[in-house]
């Protein structure tokens, strides 16, 4: 049975889960957000909070699973515009700690993936990605 209130309810959740992102509260952040998944899997907004998330937690692999899920369904959508840009942040930040091993952090920069990454499965997602963005410019161009 559909609740009237279903679209009121995703929003208050993702509020919720944006007041704990911005306190700093990432696991908690986290928790509610799969709880929020969990009934609206297909929530871009949801998804793309979800990657952030788990960049701050440095589990990079699932930020990029919840990135690609973004750039998959909603091909122009903002949410997969942010996420292409979000991917790309952790692919030149993959490309940059392989240059460089001195493990020097300047700033608040998001954390680097962690060690023991499948570069073959790295490159089949950049193509995809890079599929991804062209025809969503392509598609922004015929507009």
């Given at each position: 049975?559909?609740?009237?209130?279903?679209?009121?309810?995703?929003?208050?959740?993702?509020?919720?889960?944006?007041?704990?992102?911005?306190?700093?509260?990432?696991?908690?952040?986290?928790?509610?957000?799969?709880?929020?998944?969990?009934?609206?899997?297909?929530?871009?907004?949801?998804?793309?909070?979800?990657?952030?998330?788990?960049?701050?937690?440095?589990?990079?692999?699932?930020?990029?699973?919840?990135?690609?899920y973004c750039l998959r369904g909603g091909k122009d959508s903002s949410?997969?515009?942010?996420?292409?840009?979000?991917?790309?942040?952790?692919?030149?930040q993959r490309r940059m700690g392989i240059r460089s091993t001195n493990g020097s952090s300047n700033g608040p920069a998001p954390p680097r993936p962690t060690a023991g990454t499948n570069h073959s499965s790295e490159e089949r997602v950049q193509e995809e990605t890079a599929r991804l963005q062209k025809d969503a410019k392509d598609k922004l161009e015929v507009k």
């Open positions: 049975m559909a609740h009237p209130c279903r679209a009121d309810d995703e929003d208050t959740q993702v509020k919720a889960i944006l007041d704990q992102y911005y306190d700093d509260q990432f696991e908690t952040a986290k928790k509610q957000c799969k709880t929020l998944l969990a009934k609206h899997p297909k929530n871009l907004t949801a998804r793309y909070l979800l990657g952030n998330i788990c960049v701050k937690l440095n589990q990079i692999a699932e930020a990029e699973a919840a990135y690609h949410e997969a515009v942010q996420a292409y840009q979000a991917l790309e942040q952790i692919y030149e």
